[in-house]
Structures are given as C-alpha cells and as structure tokens.
C-alpha cells in the first residue's frame, strides 16, 4: 500500500486505486483522454491499452494499492520511464505520461501494442507482483528479460525483441521458440519475481 500526504497537491492515481482516506480530498476520473488530450487517448484505443487515470487532489494522507501488490517508487529527473500500464499505480501530477508504440513486443506479449511512458521530475508508483528488482545495464553487460516478468525501465537504453530456444522446446514438448527482451546502452530495467502467463512462444 502506498500512502501519500497532500498539502494542497494534486496527483494523478489509476481509477480506483483508493482504499482510504484522511482529511479533505476530491477525485475526478480524467475520462477517455487519460490526461493526454484526444491523439492520446485515440492511440490508447488502437493500441488495446485500457489504462484510466484519476486525479486527487486534497488536504491530508490517501491510501492507494492494487490487489495487494508491493509499491516501488521510482525517481525521475527529467527522463522517461517506460512501464506496462497494468504497472502503473501513481504519479506526481507534474509529470505527462503517454504512448510509446512497440509493436512486436505487445503482440508477442499478449499486452497490446503499445506501452506507457511517463516524462519529467518527479516520483512514479509502480507496483508488481513480489517485490520489483532493478537490474543495471551498461554497455558491457546487456540483460535479456522474459516478457511476463518485466514491470518497466529507464535510461539510455535500446529494446530488442530476441528469440531463443527454451527447455520445452529442447525436450519435444514445445512448437516454437521463446520470446525475450533484450535491452542495451545504460539504465536501470525492473522485473517482478513472477510471470504474468505461461512461457511464451512464437
């Protein structure tokens, strides 16, 4: 759960998100733009990503968390985070999330084709299932990450889309080969220690 203290602030939340609440808030839903104005909100829509925003604002502490999943928090100043929007629990009302295309990614995925990218200064919420392990890259150490166990990732850094035999393939159970992430330059990737689905395959 997370819990965050308003002196007058607005933040920007994930549609129904609240638990509790103490002192004076009021909540608005951001409606079919997100926040993003209407070309947003169109690429959501064509990219199957469902994400809804709320916006609270208030005098006091809310309390927000989705299906009990652990919160971290992650710092930006000034660069772009790029998390799933299933991801994305809150952030400060000062930054501009929109939609990053990925194509290959979100079909092979099942996550649709697009992810959300959230820009500026300021504190992002995302939460995972188990607690979210950033993982450096640098240039000489690129990382490969399965689909289902990504949560999001920041820096100077450039995605791939790699395919690779898996175990069920080896063994005669499988029909495919196994779809993985690979990222290169300099940045920070976070995973969960679960996967969303069963292994993927193409």
Known sequence: MLAVDLAGETIRALNGAMVAYEGRMA????????????RGALKRKIAGEGM???????EGTVYLAS?????????LTGDTLFVESESLLA?????????????????GAGQGLATTKVEGHGTV???????AIALEVTPETPLSVDPHAY????GQLRQDVVTDVNWRTVIGQGSGESVQF????????YVQPAERGGILEI
């Not at 299906?67 to 710092?75: D, G, N, S």
């Not at 949560?151 to 920041?154: K, P």
């Open 125 to 131: 919420a995302i939460v995972s299932d188990g607690p």
């Open 182 to 189: 690979r990222y290169q330059g300099h940045g920070l990737v």
């Open 27 to 38: 909540f608005k839903r951001e409606g079919m733009t997100g926040g993003e104005g209407l």
């Open 91 to 107: 952030l400060e009302g000062g930054l501009r999330t929109g939609v990053q295309f990925i194509g290959l990614r979100g079909m």
């Open 52 to 58: 809804t925003l709320m916006e609270v604002t208030g």
């Open 151 to 154: 949560v999001g990732h920041h």
């Open 67 to 75: 299906e009990a999943a652990e919160v971290t928090l992650v710092q």
